[in-house]
C-alpha cells in the first residue's frame, strides 16, 4: 500500500501549537479577560439596529469608527487601522514586515499570538527572558539583531499583569533600530487608572515612523464576540495595513457597536472603577490566604501557588477544584508558568465565590 502524499504547508507552520482559548463551559467564566460589566447597553442597541441590514457588505475603511476613535482618543482618523480583533492587526503586522530568516522579539512570559504569528510566516520567534516576571528592557535590547524585523511588547503584559512605564517604552524604543518595527500591544490600555506611570505607547506613535499601538474592544468594552481591534501608527504602516487587509474585514455589526461604545463613556468609567475596587479587594483576600498574587493594573491577575504546602503547591489541582464548582480559569502551562493560574477579574460575587473556593481548596486536607 502506499502512502497517500498530502500537501505540505510552509516551514514553520506545523511547529505552531495551536492557540487554545479560555474554557466557555461553565458558570463563572474567568478565563478570557472578558469585561466584568459585558457590554454596554447602547452597543448591544446599536448591534440589534443593524440586523436587517445584515446583506449588506459594511463601509471597508471602517470610517465612522476610525472618526469616533480620533476623537474620543484625540488621534489622526487617517492613521488608524480597524481589524477583526486585534489579533487580526498582529497577525498582518508579521505578515507585513516578517519572513523567513527574520526575527520576531518578545518577552519570555509575552502573549501567546506573537510566537504563533511569527512561525506562521515562517520567522524566527526570540524570546528575551525576564524578571520578576517583567518585560526586561535590556534583555530585549540585547537580543536585537539587524534580522529582527519586529518588537512585541504588551502593555499592560497578558498573562503576568505588569507593565513598562512611558519611560521604560521610550527607552526600549530609543535601543532599537529604526528598520525595526515596535509593536506596543495594548489590549488592557484602558483599565490602567487615570495619571499613573502607564503608557499605550501612543506619544512615541506620534513622534516615530516605526512604532504601532494596538487596541482591543474585547476586555474593558466586552464585544470580544464581534471581534474588532484596531492600530494606531505612521501613515506608511497604517499604507501597508490597508493594502494586506482583507477588504472588509470588519463587520458592520461590529463598526456600529464599537461607535456606540465609545458613546458611552459613563459605561467604561463604571467599568474601570469597578475592574480597580473589585481587584484591590481581591488581591488583599488572596494575600491573606497566603497566595502570591503578581502586581497588575489589567482586569486580570497571576497567582501563584508556589511555597504552598505540599499538594497545596499545585495550580492544575486548584484550577480542578475551582472548575468541580464550576469557576473555569486559566491554566499557565502554555506561558511556562504551570505554578500560576491566571483569574479574570469578575463581578463582586463572582470573585467572593472564587475566595471562598481556593479558601476551600487550601484549607482541605
Ligand atoms: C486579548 C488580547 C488580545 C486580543 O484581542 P482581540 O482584539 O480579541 O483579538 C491582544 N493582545 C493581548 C495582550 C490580549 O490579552
Redesign the pocket.
Known amino acids: 500500500m502506499s502512502t497517500p502524499i498530502a500537501p505540505v504547508p510552509r516551514p514553520g507552520i506545523m511547529d505552531i501549537a495551536p492557540y487554545i482559548g479560555g474554557e466557555a463551559a461553565g458558570t463563572i467564566r474567568l478565563a478570557s479577560?472578558e469585561g466584568a460589566l459585558g457590554p454596554s447597553p447602547k452597543a448591544m442597541e446599536a448591534y440589534t439596529r443593524v440586523a436587517g441590514s445584515i446583506h449588506r457588505y459594511p463601509d471597508g475603511g471602517s470610517t465612522e469608527l476610525r472618526e469616533a476613535l480620533a476623537k474620543r482618543f484625540n488621534l489622526d482618523a487617517g492613521r488608524i487601522v480597524c481589524g477583526a480583533?486585534?489579533?487580526e492587526l498582529i497577525g498582518l503586522l508579521v505578515r507585513a514586515y516578517a519572513g523567513v530568516g527574520d526575527e520576531v522579539l518578545y518577552s519570555q512570559h509575552g502573549?501567546l499570538?506573537y510566537p504563533i504569528a511569527a512561525k506562521s510566516v515562517g520567522a524566527t520567534p526570540v524570546a528575551a527572558p525576564e524578571t520578576d516576571l517583567k518585560t526586561d528592557v535590556d534583555a530585549m535590547l540585547a537580543r536585537v539583531t539587524p534580522r529582527t524585523k519586529i518588537v512585541f511588547v504588551?502593555n499592560p503584559n497578558?498573562p503576568t499583569g505588569s507593565h513598562l512605564t512611558g519611560e521604560e517604552l521610550a527607552r526600549l524604543h530609543a535601543g532599537l533600530p529604526p528598520t525595526a518595527l515596535l509593536v506596543i500591544?495594548a489590549?488592557y490600555a484602558e483599565f490602567a487608572p487615570p495619571g499613573g506611570d502607564y503608557s499605550s505607547g501612543v506619544e512615541l506613535v506620534e513622534k516615530h515612523a516605526n512604532v504601532v499601538m494596538t487596541r482591543?474592544f474585547?476586555?474593558i468594552f466586552a464585544l470580544?464576540s464581534l471581534?474588532l481591534?484596531w492600530s494606531y501608527s505612521s501613515a506608511p504602516v497604517a499604507d501597508v495595513l490597508n493594502r494586506v487587509r482583507g477588504p472588509f474585514n470588519v463587520s458592520g455589526a461590529a463598526q456600529a457597536a464599537g461607535v456606540a461604545a465609545l458613546e458611552d463613556g459613563e459605561f467604561l468609567e463604571r467599568a474601570r472603577a469597578h475592574n480597580e475596587g473589585c481587584r484591590t479587594w481581591f488581591v488583599g483576600e488572596l494575600k491573606a490566604l497566603g497566595l502570591t498574587v503578581h502586581p497588575s493594573i489589567a482586569n486580570f491577575v497571576l497567582v501563584s501557588f508556589q511555597g504552598q504546602k505540599p499538594g497545596k503547591d499545585d495550580a492544575e489541582a486548584a484550577r480542578q477544584f475551582l472548575k468541580d464548582r464550576s469557576i473555569l480559569v486559566r491554566q499557565m502551562n502554555a506561558y511556562g508558568l504551570p505554578d500560576c493560574l491566571r483569574i479574570t477579574i469578575g463581578t463582586d460575587e463572582e470573585m467572593r465565590a472564587v475566595v471562598d473556593a481556593l479558601k476551600g481548596f487550601l484549607a482541605g486536607g
Do not use: E, H, P
Request: hydrophobic share 25%.
Open positions: 479577560n480583533g486585534s489579533d502573549f499570538m504588551a497578558n500591544d489590549a482591543t474585547s476586555k470580544g471581534r481591534g
